[in-house]
């Protein structure tokens, strides 16, 4: 991680303006090795709103962008089954392109992604999956010292309530990228994969779907073979009823105190049949900054409860980072004030244009992760072990 000051950020449109491209304007804008120069979405009003927040022209069709010189890539945050035209179109136009997940709606969908970094020579870099965070990279490195053995198995149990949220009807369609398996399943599968280190050989699954109150798939119970026999089990539900930040400190997904009764509210306004981001465009789904000074520092929560085994010993996310269990008993790793996420993203970007570095999370990395989300959804659809 560079300690200088930076004296030539890569200037970034970002394209789709929802949860994910807002996110991206307000990291974006904190970040040193990124500056937002323009921002882009087909609704005018959103459009307008977010460009006059952030000082920059706030487009209204992906040709503004393309035709911008001062973007010198994009953040690509329309929905999913968007990703792979809009892709091709921007990287027509010499942009470099960070991809939020699941970076396609599906594996062949990936291998285009793939091809096109190649043919436009440009840099693809699949973003903002929760295995980045802080603690995941913190047992990565820990694994990788060696300090619990050789790994054996990783474990990752996540009860949400994703489904019951406000939604357009495009996310809960499987074949577009939607669904749980797709949507949510990217996180699990790279705290995996990050940690773990290794090609993924195998998956086995069942997925369910319950047609009320949303028809969509909200929950899976995945194993993933990683190569030299190491497994990973993966367990979604995201119906909200239980709540696996009651196992986690009370903080959630986004590290925010989690509130027990809001799934049930959300049940009874049934306001998951409201528009996603309500009338004033903007209101829904920003709960404003939070009020605890780690929180918004460290911009990491739970993706459930992480559990790696090793040889000689255990890890688990924990309140402030890490508890490594061994011979000796049990100590803390202190994540909390440790750069993760689209922080670390962006940086990593930087490293790659500016330095000529290869980039770790590239097109083929995120086509891997879809390849893996696909196989999860494939297994429980054909009863049977996909072997990758
Ligand atoms: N990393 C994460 O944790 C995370 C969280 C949420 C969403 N996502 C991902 O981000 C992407 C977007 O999700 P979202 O929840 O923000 O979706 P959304 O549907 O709420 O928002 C998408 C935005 O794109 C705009 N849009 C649609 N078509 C467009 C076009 N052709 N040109 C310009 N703008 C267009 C829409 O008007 C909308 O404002 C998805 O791939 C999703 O999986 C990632």
Same mark, same amino acid.
């Given at each position: 991680m560079e300690t200088e000051p930076i004296k030539d950020p890569i200037s970034i449109g970002v394209l789709g303006l929802g949860t994910a491209g807002r996110n991206a304007v307000k990291v974006a804008s904190s970040s040193k090795y990124v500056t937002v120069a323009a921002v882009c979405d087909i609704n005018i009003e959103t459009a307008s709103t977010i460009g006059r927040i952030s000082n920059v022209p706030g487009y209204t069709s992906i040709e503004q962008l393309c035709d911008d010189p001062n973007v010198e890539a994009v953040y690509l945050s329309t929905p999913t089954y968007l990703h792979l035209a809009n892709a091709l179109q921007l990287a027509s136009a010499g942009k470099h392109l960070l991809v939020e997940k699941p970076v396609v709606k599906d594996g062949s969908e990936g291998e285009a992604l793939v091809t096109l970094a190649k043919d436009f020579r440009i840099n693809i870099m699949a973003v903002n999956t929760r295995g980045r965070d802080a603690p995941i990279r913190a047992m990565a490195r820990i694994v990788q010292e060696g300090s619990i #053995?050789? +790994?054996?198995?990783?474990?990752?149990?996540?009860?949400? @309530?994703?489904?019951?949220? $406000?939604? =357009?009807p495009y996310e809960l369609v499987t074949a577009l990228g939607g669904g749980v398996a797709f949507r949510q399943a990217p996180h699990q599968v790279e705290i995996a994969r990050t940690i773990i280190n290794r090609p993924v050989v195998a998956v086995t699954s069942i997925a369910g779907r319950s047609p009320s109150p949303v028809d969509t798939v909200g929950n899976y119970s995945a194993l993933l073979e990683f190569s030299g026999g190491i497994s990973a089990t993966l367990v979604y539900n995201g119906y909200g009823y239980f709540n696996t930040a009651e196992l986690t400190y009370g903080k959630g997904e986004s590290g925010r105190e989690f509130d027990p009764e809001s799934s049930a509210r959300l049940r009874q306004n049934e306001s998951w049949s409201l528009d996603k981001y309500g009338d004033a465009g903007l209101a829904v /789904? @920003?709960? %404003? $900054? !939070?009020?605890?000074?780690?929180?918004?520092?460290? /911009?990491?929560?739970f993706v459930g409860l992480t559990i790696v085994s090793g040889e000689s010993g255990d890890l688990r996310q924990s *309140? %402030? #980072? +890490?508890? +490594?269990? @061994?011979?000796? #008993? =049990?100590?803390? *790793? @202190?994540? !909390?004030m440790d750069i993760g996420g689209l922080d670390v993203d962006f940086a990593d970007f930087y490293v790659a244009l500016r330095?000529?570095?290869k980039l770790e999370h590239d097109a083929r990395w995120g086509a891997a992760t879809v390849q893996i989300c696909e196989a999860i959804w494939n297994s429980h659809c054909e009863g049977r072990r996909i072997e990758l």
């Open positions: #053995g050789s +790994v054996l198995s990783l474990t990752n149990i996540c009860y949400t @309530d994703w489904v019951i949220r $406000p939604r =357009f /789904r @920003d709960r %404003g $900054p !939070s009020t605890d000074a780690a929180t918004s520092q460290r /911009r990491w929560g *309140e %402030g #980072g +890490v508890t +490594v269990y @061994d011979k000796d #008993g =049990f100590h803390q *790793e @202190d994540c !909390s330095r000529n570095d």
